[in-house]
């Protein structure tokens, strides 16, 4: 994507990137708020024309895959961003939900060993996701 800016309705301008970062956040926070573990947001604006970011996390159960889906899908909406497309949620192994400047990677834990979308765009930069998205038990921390 590029680096244009929008008018907001203060009148200051954001980037389109700074968008896009805030809905790569919104979307983890969404995720973690269903217990996803090890999640993180890849930065491909660099590295790729594809998309400004990837999140990758994992559910343990195709259920908890299927309700980080949901839970993401839903906070989006409620925040004003589409979902463009779905892919992989019937079968709670592998949801790809695309947002365009955000594709968001929900894994069942042994699929995302294999597939290794990290080790795939290892060149990518990772967003530090704020730790009081993980509240008091912030165990896992990117």
């Known amino acids: ?19 896009s970062q805030q809905k790569a956040l919104i979307c983890a926070r969404a995720a973690i708020d269903k217990k996803a ?13 594809l998309t400004d970011y990837f999140l990758i ?10 309700a980080i889906s949901d839970s993401i899908s839903s906070t989006m ?15 709670g192994r592998w949801v790809l939900l695309d947002f365009g400047d955000v594709i968001v990677h929900i894994f069942l834990d042994a ?8 080790n795939l765009w ?8 704020p730790s009081e ?6 165990s896992r921390l990117n």
């Open 133 to 138: 998205f993980y509240g008091p038990a912030a």
């Open 57 to 66: 996390c994992s559910g343990i159960s195709d259920r908890q895959v299927q």
């Open 111 to 118: 699929l995302r060993d294999y597939y290794d979308l990290e």
């Open 1 to 19: 994507m590029t680096n244009e800016t929008i008018m907001t309705e203060a009148p200051t301008t954001i980037s389109l990137e700074d968008v």
């Open 122 to 129: 290892a060149n990518a930069p990772r967003l530090k996701i």
């Open 77 to 91: 909406e409620s925040n004003g961003y589409e979902l463009l497309s779905t892919e992989g949620y019937a079968d």
């Open 37 to 49: 573990e090890n999640v993180k947001v890849l930065g491909l604006t660099d590295v790729s024309s």
